[in-house]
């Protein structure tokens, strides 16, 4: 599973597709992969050359190593519609030596470097927030000047400021410092902003609306946006001394705040007009808007919250017993500049620093329909901040940017299966083809998905329907195959166009070969689907929270019922072998007490912050979300950590331990441990063990920090300390109050409600052996 995933990106749920939809019923874990389109490989086979495609018009597969081979005929059949289709006569296919790289059995995913080239380069256009204190300001300011440096000489670069009023800077003048202002309280339709921004004049408009003279008022209105375009967004080379004198002497916005209220800041209209100036000059373009907010917007379109500090921002109960004023305008108002954002094939990449929230949970349809980032940090001063915000420019082993821009991304499927949805930072793109379930599932109607902005990181989880009514029979010796296509139409950070495809098969089950299935099972990747499904259903349908619950529940114990081996009404005879019931039991376990459904103690931002980082991460990084890793770190092998349970047993006074969050890093210390480090026992000759104890896992954290992204909150605690509350809060309450007795260790209990793993177990068992209970 892990080599498949290192070659192909791939991760299904079951690895081997049950072959009839009754089957497929019976399994309810969906049939689903976790889909890597831009994995990073060193040994990708990149082809300078155009794909060779299937004749048959409803299919368009392309080339790939399952295809039968007829090297008498010079042709190939297709594995999804059976198609024969010639080969080009420069194809030598006699012999396993001469096949072409496409063909090669190494080479399910392929890359070819398609000789096109965009029409314009890489836009970076960034919208800055100036209602902030002279700290947060200047380390802002001096991460963007960093950043510049990171960035191709030949990108586009612009700037936005706003506080009460937004402000387009002008970089076209190097001895002096020009903007354009709109007034932040009002309420701007786009030809209005175009018109400001001198993209649409009046008397452009009224030529156009002239019939006999369309084309030419057409080409007259291209060439203008074209020097309008050149006011605003210039080369790096030509305005990195304008666009550096710019930022160091952006100041504070000077209009003053009154007494116990927050500033004037009009977050809404600022995204408004950046992405007006990017959809009317360069639509369709590797563009990005990257927005740096230090608080909530609080005058004109997309208001969160009002000026007056009595006035307090919404909450979870405030949204969910609507009692947010402002909620439904402010959402209504980005849900509408995120279709304008993905339609043009923008990306919006979204900065939070600010212990305050800033509006987050009504702006994540900016970033979550367009694949953009999204970074939550108290302030632009913290290492968080910094660090995350530059790895966005991390580069490939050539130099150029690691991201990539404007992409269709589109699935074919052999005939027994069909494609419900996909769940990701994706728009759907209404290609109803005849691989599309009739049950949608995420994104669904369709079986392809517009993604403005990727990532080597970035992962989408696809659904399958088994479409079968029998098994197919075994052929050969060997059994029947089911076959994915991914294709990812994109564009490099080069400019120039590629094609990624990766194409697997499964096999399909056969009658009486159960175990065959139950040994396919993908704990983790498994995990990872539902876990997607379960936010994207919160997120976007809106249901409840218990909903989702009974839902998970019902999944798990559907689940045992069909593949447990037990006596009816004898839960001491439940078993279930390990590919089915080692890990996947408690991933839904501690899913459901993750942040992800449970929204106690976090606010609206917070949570959908959580979320859109489940739903951009591979399934190793969700299953750490999930269920955090803990090492523990004892003086009798100081040098190494050892795994231990996520859970409360493993609180003990002479032990370190290291929690992964993926969001957190805490290291915590046991009672034992954190008396000896007070009292500087490390700083002594004779206890170098001890020093060394205590400095392992600082370096086996800082290991977890090279590739991560966004950069986790580092935090380190004692027993009994504040912050050890982020460890309690993940822990299997195995030593609780519910349940206290005398402990061996005298180690801290975890103060909750909720029931332990163990009697999570014994009430699933319980309901999946009962006679009586249906589901």
């Known amino acids: 599973?892990?080599?498949?995933?290192?070659?192909?990106?791939?991760?299904?749920?079951?690895?081997?597709?049950?072959?009839?939809?009754?089957?497929?019923?019976?399994?309810?874990?969906?049939?689903?992969?976790?889909?890597?389109?831009?994995?990073?490989?060193?040994?990708?086979?990149?082809?300078?050359?155009?794909?060779?495609?299937?004749?048959?018009?409803?299919?368009?597969?392309?080339?790939?190593?399952?295809?039968?081979?007829?090297?008498?005929?010079?042709?190939?059949?297709?594995?999804?519609?059976?198609?024969?289709?010639?080969?080009?006569?420069?194809?030598?296919?006699?012999?396993?030596?001469?096949?072409?790289?496409?063909?090669?059995?190494?080479?399910?995913?392929?890359?070819?470097?398609?000789?096109?080239?965009?029409?314009?380069?890489?836009?970076?256009?960034?919208?800055?927030?100036?209602?902030?204190?002279?700290?947060?300001?200047?380390?802002?300011?001096?991460?963007?000047?960093?950043?510049?440096?990171?960035?191709?000489?030949?990108?586009?670069?612009?700037?936005?400021?706003?506080?009460?009023?937004?402000?387009?800077?002008?970089?076209?003048?190097?001895?002096?410092?020009k903007t354009l202002a709109f007034n932040g309280k009002k309420t701007y339709s786009a030809k209005q902003i175009q018109e400001v921004l001198g993209f649409l004049s009046p008397d452009l408009r009224a030529k156009k609306n002239q019939g006999p003279n369309t084309r030419q008022s057409s080409f007259a209105q291209q060439t203008s946006a074209a020097e309008t375009l050149s006011k605003y967004l210039l080369p790096l080379a030509t305005a990195e001394f304008a666009l550096t004198n710019t930022l160091e002497q952006l100041q504070q916005d000077t209009f003053s705040v009154k007494a116990h209220n927050r500033p004037l800041r009009a977050t809404g209209l600022a995204l408004d007009v950046a992405i007006s100036i990017l959809e009317t000059a360069l639509p369709h373009t590797g563009s990005r808007v990257m927005l740096f907010s230090g608080g909530p917007c609080t005058t004109g379109p997309g208001l969160v919250v009002g000026c007056p500090h009595k006035e307090a921002i919404r909450s979870h109960h405030d949204i969910d017993e609507d009692d947010a004023p402002h909620y439904k305008a402010a959402c209504k108002h980005y849900e509408m500049l995120s279709r304008r954002a993905s339609r043009n094939g923008i990306v919006v990449d979204i900065f939070a620093g600010s212990y305050d929230q800033i509006g987050l949970d009504e702006m994540k349809p900016l970033s979550d329909h367009t694949g953009g980032v999204m970074v939550l940090t108290d302030a632009f001063t913290t290492s968080i901040f910094k660090q995350s915000f530059l790895r966005v420019f991390t580069k490939n082993d050539d130099g150029t940017l690691a991201m990539a821009f404007a992409a269709n991304f589109e699935v074919k499927l052999s005939q027994e299966l069909r494609v419900s949805g996909l769940v990701g930072h994706a728009v759907g793109q209404n290609n109803k083809t005849g691989y599309v379930a009739e049950t949608a599932i995420g994104i669904g109607g369709t079986s392809s998905w517009k993604l403005c902005g990727l990532s080597p990181r970035s992962t989408y989880a696809l659904y399958f329907d088994s479409v079968g009514k029998t098994p197919p029979p075994i052929t050969n010796g060997a059994p029947?195959?089911?076959?994915?296509?991914?294709?990812?139409?994109?564009?490099?950070?080069?400019?120039?166009?590629?094609?990624?495809?990766?194409?697997?098969?499964?096999?399909?089950?056969?009658?009486?070969?159960?175990?065959?299935?139950?040994?396919?099972?993908?704990?983790?990747?498994?995990?990872?689907?539902?876990?997607?499904?379960?936010?994207?259903?919160?997120?976007?349908?809106?249901?409840?929270?218990?909903?989702?619950?009974?839902?998970?529940?019902?999944?798990?114990?559907?689940?045992c019922k069909h593949f447990g081996e037990y006596a009816r009404d004898d839960p001491g005879s439940f078993r279930l072998i390990p590919e089915l019931g080692y890990y996947f039991p408690q991933f839904i376990y501690h899913l459901r007490r993750s942040q992800f459904l449970q929204v106690f103690n976090n606010s609206p931002d917070e949570t959908a912050y959580y979320r859109h980082v489940l739903l951009t991460e591979d399934t190793n990084n969700s299953t750490v979300m999930i269920q955090p890793t803990l090492m523990a770190y004892s003086i009798e092998n100081p040098t190494e950590g050892t795994p231990v349970l996520l859970d409360s047993t493993s609180l003990q006074p002479g032990r370190i331990l290291l929690l992964d969050t993926f969001f957190h890093l805490l290291i915590y210390y046991g009672e034992t441990i954190a008396a000896w480090k007070k009292a500087g026992y490390q700083d002594l000759d004779e206890y170098a063990n001890f020093k060394t104890m205590l400095q392992q896992p600082r370096k086996d954290a800082s290991e977890l920090l090279v590739d991560r992204f966004p950069l986790p909150r580092f935090i380190e605690t004692e027993a009994k300390g504040s912050q050890a509350r982020f460890l309690m809060a993940r822990l299997n309450p195995t030593r609780s109050v519910g349940n206290a007795t005398e402990f061996d260790y005298g180690s801290t209990m975890v103060l909750t409600d909720d029931v332990s793993l163990q009697k999570f177990m014994e009430y699933l068992i319980k309901y999946s052996v009962s006679s009586k209970q249906k589901f």
């Open 1 to 177: 599973m892990e080599t498949e995933e290192e070659l192909n990106g791939v991760r299904f749920s079951w690895n081997v597709i049950p072959s009839t939809a009754e089957e497929a019923k019976k399994a309810m874990v969906p049939i689903g992969v976790m889909y890597q389109p831009l994995l990073d490989r060193e040994d990708l086979a990149i082809l300078s050359q155009d794909p060779i495609v299937c004749r048959n018009e409803a299919c368009r597969a392309i080339l790939n190593p399952y295809c039968m081979i007829d090297a008498r005929g010079h042709s190939w059949i297709c594995r999804f519609c059976g198609s024969r289709n010639a080969l080009p006569p420069s194809y030598n296919v006699s012999s396993q030596e001469t096949l072409p790289r496409e063909l090669l059995p190494t080479n399910t995913t392929v890359e070819y470097a398609l000789n096109r080239k965009a029409n314009a380069p890489l836009v970076f256009l960034f919208v800055v927030d100036v209602c902030q204190d002279d700290e947060n300001m200047q380390a802002l300011r001096d991460t963007l000047l960093v950043s510049l440096s990171l960035l191709p000489q030949d990108a586009l670069v612009g700037l936005i400021s706003y506080g009460k009023h937004v402000h387009i800077h002008e970089l076209g003048y190097a001895d002096t410092t």
């Open 480 to 559: 029947p195959q089911a076959f994915v296509q991914f294709i990812t139409h994109y564009q490099h950070s080069s400019g120039m166009f590629r094609l990624r495809v990766t194409t697997v098969g499964r096999a399909l089950s056969q009658p009486n070969q159960a175990n065959v299935l139950k040994q396919s099972f993908d704990q983790e990747a498994a995990a990872a689907l539902l876990a997607r499904l379960a936010v994207y259903r919160l997120a976007t349908q809106h249901e409840l929270i218990e909903n989702i619950m009974m839902w998970l529940d019902a999944t798990l114990i559907k689940m």
